[in-house]
Nanobody, 123 residues
């Protein structure tokens, strides 16, 4: 299986910054995409940012220019640098990885999710 360890959430004042980290380990042949989703109370989970193995990035419009996603392929780690945080950014942030595993004689594409880390931005 695959384990995802997230860190970096917490309480910050509006205008402040936080950096989230997520490290994947376990049965991983290759990591195809890594990203962060968030879910605020009463809302559906939404994509915040993602990055592929070729470093192609994608952001939701609401965070463009304030959030930056990056990865360290050697460490199987993805980061989300969040600057100029706003109260509406308060949510549980979930790490997502899309990986290829090799088992039962074949390669399989599988998605894994972290348990989530709470980001609270006070006004």
């Amino acid at each position: 299986q695959v384990q995802l360890v997230e860190s970096g959430g917490g309480l910050v004042q509006a205008g402040g910054s936080l950096r989230l980290s997520c490290t994947a380990s376990g049965n991983i042949f290759s990591i195809n995409t890594m990203g962060w989703y968030r879910q605020a109370p009463g809302n559906e989970r939404e994509l915040v940012a993602s990055i592929t193995r070729s470093d192609s990035v994608n952001y939701v419009d609401a965070v463009k220019g304030r959030f930056t996603i990056a990865r360290n392929g050697d460490k199987n780690t993805v980061y989300l640098q969040m600057n100029s945080l706003k109260p509406e950014n308060t949510a549980v942030y979930y790490c997502h990885v899309g990986i290829t595993q090799y088992f039962t004689g074949n390669y399989h594409g599988v998605d894994f999710w972290g348990k989530g880390t709470l980001v609270t931005v006070s006004s």
